[in-house]
């Protein structure tokens, strides 16, 4: 079970400063509260910044390609629905490179929990803007200024029909961890959407910046009235909402696929090649 | 010498073929399929193959069925009978010989023939007067077809009842009735029918396979429980059949959104655990290429099957070529090892796709099933399928094994390069997966003096283990050859025949002729080339134009064959076609 | 200019009663009425049926990759804003294989048409379910049929800030060609999403079931109202509008990136190497 | 042989290497780029590299200049000056001799040195005490190496003015206060320092550029107005360069959603007109293929830049290597010709880069630029840049030829297989691009009797012209050699010295040795390798484990070479390092 010190202590390659600490910290904190059987756990991620984070733990991690951290997460529970799944990618690794898994992960509903850390920028990289850099943002690269509308990930994905929509702050661990206990808990996709200073590579949208717009949002937002969510999931602006903005009930991948109800689908058996000898028979 | 109903070589008796013209649609699938079942149903060998356009109505394709009492592996180029259901299947009058019959219904089409048999039936008719619709007219030319050849027509009538079942009984019998109108016809009226009879043949019943059917049953042998795939023409077919077995089977199919998903996906249910694949044609594939370099690196087991088509780009959709062999072995940015397997046969694909599972479990490496649309679609008799050949070697630790263990490294340096394999959410160990370049924890590493070069040949080091795995070729043909023909993959069949044809021709046209067939083609044993130092004369056959494989035995053995027969027009070879080029060479030569 | 004739009559590869034909019509028809300069438009596609159309047409076109037409489009016009880029995709190709374009393109806001031959199945390779197939919808891959959420095309296109957004049907030549007209006459990334029914592998979706719900939009729909238009734009069942759901006037990318304000990119003088010899000097 | 401050062959005076060590984000960067520009700006020759981890912050990266008055590419295993900012810097000290001097600030970092001259600097104070901040330390260590040499600190004054400009002069003072700190303390009061002095020189200023600043430097010569790229390592420099020209140059430069992106919108630019590329590294390129495939069918010109790194998979991002050779070769499903130049320098990497548009546009073919790691981010001095050597050949029918062509065709079959090409938007003719097996006007076709192969030759056919294209290897090093060692891309440097410095030993040792380099390697004309006959000894050199260069050789040539001198850690060669593996093969063959 979860303790901060089997978790393990690992040198990072983040700078100083960075909000990632901060995720770090509150996923540790996370599988704490949760007294999370590791073992049972999995975390997957791409490349980037964020993407290492599961190197800093004592756990079972699938460290992929850019972008590609969905599609291998999926894969994962569905041979083994046992497994708790965690995804730790940044903006650019799941908006912009796996922006179509994003949004072919959310349809299927399959029982993951995403943990993006947003940081409106491209930090491994050397900042270049990402799909959620604000509009005006100047890079080395987008000398002029982004002219991209930014992506809305969080109306995205409510609009995409996810099962657990929510917003925190690297800088608020208390609140990232109950959010990304509740993802967890979460039967079906669930994106937490981390805002998350870059301090090297992001000057516009830092530490400041974010503190001051966050809010929490209001005890009686009801996160499921969908139209309700998306007006909130679009807002951005002067005031950021943070919290659980959507979560519905739909059934699991899992569940729906009819194939894993009793039992993981590694824990069925297959091991006879003897078995199919009745489908030769089809083909006479 | 086209092939015929009288033997060609002494042992074989029967060799005919009839091919279905007509456009998209009209239903030319069923009735081929029917045709060679009926055929296999009383123990004739059959291969049949599909020439198909890209589009669902129109255009004009045919089925084409060779049958026959010997094993045949490939089209024959003559026709014995053909059913022509539209005017282009005209073109194919050529084809046919003096005794052969062209069946067609001068209501819906005219055909004049100067060679064979016309047979005007009016098809139509005989369904619509017997309670059958349009479509029914197809059942009374496969019966008339039966009909020629005196052929057992109950034979049809259970497989018309099989496919319709009590549920749909009623259709089912008004199509036998169709049927047995359509066969009485032919049977008792026409005369210019010099067909000989198989009224008398009798035979144990055969296996009618696909070759995407054989892939899928393979993987089901093999323990195959997750095909992340995305459609895409000629390899569709896989997890079609697949995805019917899915509840007895124990295998999900899950479409995915793209190929960079299929792969990604079936990799992750693959660490998880699960025997996992995917299959595309090449232009789907070319997708999957970071994720192919990513199974190196990670190290995770995975089957991929490529059927290939003419390229580049989306090229011929539905046509066959064997033009992504070096694209496959070279895939990958990178250097990791990976085995390339192109099955001959129907037959062996369904070996093949068994076996590469073990080697992908064995070595932790990529495996790819490179076949093509020519064996996708055609079909071929099977006599039996032993299971108990299919042996399941999954190198997982068991639990007994990994309690014993003091620690657990997911890429232990080991002799082999081999890492022992655990699987995530065993109680004991983490297990780790690491696309970064790593330690033996499976940490990211930048340690260049030591880590990083120990993992490159670590890594590397597997393929010396897939070099003793690489099986020799087949070969086929006289002891005394002086003369060979080289090819690989799905043009065995061609190649086979035509040596038979080359070796019964006189001696003094040419020498003797030899075939080495590759199978697997990648890692390539250079010792499994030392015939080449033995013979006088060698030439590679290739379903593509710049003879890719005879690259790779150059790069191989520093042999560099000049003579090369190659085809690239989107079909497949005819044995014919093959002798003949031989037969330019030494002429030549 | 465009009239029926010159544009040709090609004998085409779909299905006899297939909603393609109806979309091939509304198009031939838009271009006439718009009285286009054909030799400025380029036809864009990818692969599948849909993707056939401008083979069936006399015009300039790039029939690319299946799923990859939007960058092509965006390449091309980047290159030559003078030229009017439309492209003509399936849901499959632009929803699926192409899902991460499809969100990209829209950010840009690129002044390109996109029509959309939106069958909810996959035509051209024999139909499996599509990105837009419905919940249940039976297949020979989907054999317990669809469990993932369906896109809605739309409500992504809204989401995503798409400056046109507007639905259609193959069955209404005349409703489709004046969507397509003012997709065209749009500056921006217009969306035609049309609804068409593929008499060959979608026997749930058929002509009866779409003429049976489709409707047109209020006259008085607010369509430069983001959440009334996602509102409207999530509506799919019993009912489902018709007509221009949303409507905005961002810049569009070749005004915002200021490299083409007074010329095409082709047309501005690059023919000189000698003309860096300015940078060179930076080097010393 | 290290290499030193003394002369090592008659013809070189000056020749040393200063290496700072520290930390990611420590400023190495600048400080190496102020140095060899200051360098530079009195002529001398410069050579720099970064060796760098995936990270920005932290752990230890260095930067490595080699001066000399001749000219040189490699970097030197030995070093002169050597300043240390963190304390991992220690590992540099065994490449330290005796007159070597290492400069740190002991308040900041321990080093303890048995070779060379240890020189503790209180760099921090300097800053702190001149009015600077703990950054501006390193300006004070720069003056310092300076100092050492006794080179005119007033071109590092002039680099510091044009760099802080007219808006930041105040900070550009204070950093100029250090500078001339820093500068006295050591040229006055160092003992230790027998490194001799360069107070002397005078000499032609030279430009300092970077690899990837060359090929981007080389696609705006050649009018280049379009990038679509996706940011990767070590690519991305390409694409900031051109971000910073975009007003002045007409390029527009547009970051992609992915990198299949890139290539599409890269082709759909170049289908409307505008010279297009894009530029990854392997991993991102891996992405491409599909697209590669498809410029191949449309026949579509484009230039791709693949800067390799270590892999597989994400492998070592910051790292160098050349593995990717035979994988963009043989990348894309189908048959279709391409052309791959890896440009053995950074100088010429702008020619290259400037070639390859030409032979993509003249032969509608996609041109690979195959470099790395170690050529993108390296720096090296540039005599001058004769931009009339660069021609821009379009081969784009003009308005005028349009106007009188009676009918155009995109795909029309010629001879050369090259069909004229025009572009939409011209008010005479459409112009069709078309990724189906297409006719002559670019409409899809399922002729398979005659267009589908005659499709194919046509498109193959232009491997010919590339073939002529396609240049010989440089040949350096003695006219009698008997031995020669064989590289391509980026190990020119290394490798050009390694034969020096075999020549350079008693001819007792061994025989002499020529270098034969290739930067045009695909495709391979065979006629470039007859120089192996003539040779007792060949050795392949390359940067990768499995040998791709050598493999190729065989498979052109027929020729299996088995010495190989194989690199895989992720660093380049150095010159001592491939002159004693072939000592190593000398006195074991
Ligand atoms: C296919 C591919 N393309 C590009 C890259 C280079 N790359 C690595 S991380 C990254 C972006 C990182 O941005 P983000 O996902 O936002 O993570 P951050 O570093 O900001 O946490 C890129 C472009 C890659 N590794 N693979
Ligand atoms: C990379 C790649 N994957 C798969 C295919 C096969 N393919 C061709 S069209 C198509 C789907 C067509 O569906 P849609 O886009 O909805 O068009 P429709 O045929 O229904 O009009 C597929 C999967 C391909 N050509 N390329
Ligand atoms: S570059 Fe930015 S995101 Fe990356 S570690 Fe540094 S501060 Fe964090
Ligand atoms: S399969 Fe469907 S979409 Fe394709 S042409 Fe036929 S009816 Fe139309
Ligand atoms: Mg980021
Ligand atoms: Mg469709």
Redesign the pocket.
């Known amino acids: 079970m979860a303790d901060l010190e089997s978790l393990g202590k690992y040198e990072t390659?983040?700078?100083p400063?960075?909000?990632?600490f901060g995720i770090l910290d509150a996923v540790r904190d996370a599988l704490v509260k949760l007294d999370a059987d590791m073992h049972k756990c999995v975390f997957v991620s791409g490349i980037g910044?964020?993407a290492k984070l599961p190197q800093y733990m004592n756990c079972n991690f699938f460290n992929g390609l850019h972008g590609r951290s969905l599609p291998v997460a999926t894969g994962i529970k569905i041979a083994n629905k046992e497994l708790v799944v965690i995804v730790t990618s940044g903006d650019g690794d799941i908006y912009g490179e796996g922006g179509n898994h994003f949004m072919h992960a959310i349809r299927r509903n399959i029982d993951i929990t995403v943990i993006v850390?947003n940081?409106q920028?491209y930090?491994?990289t050397k900042g270049q803007a990402s799909p959620t850099s604000d509009l005006g943002f100047v890079t080395k690269v987008q000398t002029h200024g982004v002219i991209s509308e930014p992506v809305h990930p969080l109306g995205l994905a409510v609009t995409l029909g996810a099962g657990f929509v929510a917003r925190s702050f690297s800088g608020d661990k208390e609140h990232l961890s109950s959010m990304i206990q509740e993802g967890i808990k979460h039967k079906g996709f669930s994106l937490v959407d981390v805002l998350?200073?870059?301090?090297?590579?992001?000057k516009k949208n830092n530490f400041v910046w974010y503190k001051q717009r966050v809010y929490k949002l209001a005890a009686d937002h009801d996160a499921h009235d969908k139209h309700k969510a998306l007006e909130k999931a679009l807002e951005w602006g002067d005031k950021i909402p943070t919290g659980v903005i959507y979560q519905d009930g739909r059934p699991t991948y899992e569940d729906a696929c009819g194939l894993m109800k009793d039992k993981a689908l590694i824990g069925q058996d297959v091991s006879s090649p003897s078995r199919i000898a009745p489908v030769l028979e089809e083909f006479l | 010498m086209p092939t015929g109903l009288k033997a060609r070589s002494s042992s074989v008796k029967i060799d005919f073929t009839i091919k279905i013209g007509g456009e998209a649609g009209q239903g030319l699938a069923t009735m081929g399929f029917l045709l060679s079942k009926a055929f296999a149903r009383k123990g004739l060998n059959v291969f049949a193959n599909q020439v198909i356009q890209s589009r669902i109505r129109g255009g004009h394709n045919w089925f084409q069925i060779r049958a026959s009492d010997a094993r045949v592996l490939a089209p024959s180029a003559a026709t014995d009978i053909l059913i022509a259901l539209d005017r282009e299947s005209s073109c194919h009058l050529k084809e046919l010989k003096a005794n052969s019959v062209v069946i067609f219904d001068s209501t819906v089409v005219k055909m004049e023939s100067t060679l064979g048999c016309p047979l005007d039936i009016p098809l139509a008719k005989i369904a619509s007067e017997n309670g059958g619709n349009k479509i029914m007219s197809n059942i009374a030319a496969v019966a008339c077809v039966l009909g020629l050849l005196e052929y057992d027509v109950n034979v049809l009538f259970e497989l018309i009842r099989e496919s319709f079942g009590d549920k749909d009984k009623a259709i089912g019998d008004v199509n036998i009735k169709v049927a047995q109108a359509g066969y009485d016809l032919v049977f008792k009226k026409v005369k210019c029918n010099k067909l000989p009879s198989l009224s008398a043949l009798e035979g144990k019943r055969k296996m009618l396979v696909s070759g995407s059917e054989a892939v899928a049953l393979g993987a089901l042998a093999a323990g195959c429980q997750f095909i992340s795939a995305y459609p895409m023409s000629p390899s569709t077919g896989i997890m079609t059949y697949l995805a019917a077995k899915e509840d007895d089977y124990h295998v999900v199919v899950e479409q995915s959104e793209d190929e960079i998903a299929s792969i990604n996906m079936a990799l992750g249910a693959s660490f998880a655990g699960a025997r996992s694949m995917t299959a595309s044609s090449g232009g789907g594939f070319a997708l999957m290429v970071e994720g192919l370099s990513l199974a190196g690196m990670v190290e995770t087991p995975i089957v991929i099957v490529v059927a290939q088509r003419p390229a580049p780009a989306t090229g011929l959709p539905t046509r066959t070529a064997q033009e992504d062999l070096q694209f496959v072995i070279h895939a990958g940015h990178g250097e990791f090892p990976r085995m390339v397997l192109a099955p001959a046969t129907i037959e062996e694909a369904f070996f093949a796709t068994a076996r590469a599972f073990n080697i992908a479990d064995t070595y932790r490496v990529p495996v790819i099933i490179l076949s093509d649309q020519f064996i996708a679609d055609s079909y071929l008799t099977v006599d039996d399928i032993d299971l108990k050949e299919v042996k399941i070697e999954r190198n997982i630790l068991s639990d007994e094994e990994l309690k014993k263990l003091k620690e657990y490294k997911s890429y232990q340096i080991t002799k082999s390069g081999v890492s022992p394999r655990a699987l995530p959410g065993n109680p004991y160990f983490f297990v780790t997966a690491d696309s970064d370049e790593h330690d033996e924890t499976g940490r990211i590493t930048e340690d260049l003096d030591f880590m990083r070069p120990e993992m490159v040949k670590k890594r590397n080091r597997k393929n010396l283990g897939l070099l003793k795995e690489a099986r020799p070729p087949i070969r086929y043909g006289p002891k005394d050859a002086e003369d060979c023909l080289i090819g690989w993959g799905s043009t065995y069949g061609a190649l086979k025949e035509a040596v038979d044809l080359l070796n019964s021709e006189s001696r003094k046209r040419h020498e003797k002729v030899a075939l080495f067939h590759f199978s697997d083609v990648w890692p390539l044993n250079e010792k499994h080339f030392t015939f080449l130092k033995k013979l006088e004369f060698a030439a590679v056959v290739e379903n593509n134009f710049t003879g890719q494989f005879a690259r790779l035995i150059a790069e191989t053995t520093g042999k560099v064959i000049k003579n090369r027969i190659n085809k690239f027009n989107g079909l497949p070879f005819e044995a014919e076609e093959i002798a003949k080029a031989y037969r330019k060479f030494k002429k030549n030569g």
């Open positions: 390659a983040w700078c400063g960075c909000g990632d910044q964020a850390h940081n920028v930090g491994l998350q200073p870059c301090v090297t590579f992001n």
